[in-house]
């Protein structure tokens, strides 16, 4: 449960910081549309591949902690 919270806060910001980068740039929709897919959707990605192995530690340890 924790995780899916986490996991949705994280998204959320994603969008309100992708939404506050394309409104401070005053380009055209074209190049606001390719930066918005070109760097901040594969960002995300990241991030959850890089949490993923955070999740399955904090899995692992509270099993342990369980056993004790």
Do not use: N
């Not at 910001?13 to 980068?21: K, T, W």
Request: charged share 20%; net charge negative.
């Amino acid at each position: 449960m924790p995780w899916m919270i986490m996991t949705i806060t994280l998204y959320v910001l994603g969008a309100v910081m992708a939404i506050a980068y394309l409104a401070s740039t005053e380009e055209d929709a074209s190049r606001a549309e390719i930066l918005g897919c070109s760097i901040f959707w594969p960002l995300w990605v990241l991030v959850i591949a890089l949490m993923t192995p955070i999740k399955i530690a904090i899995e692992e340890w509270e099993e342990r902690r369980e056993e004790r």
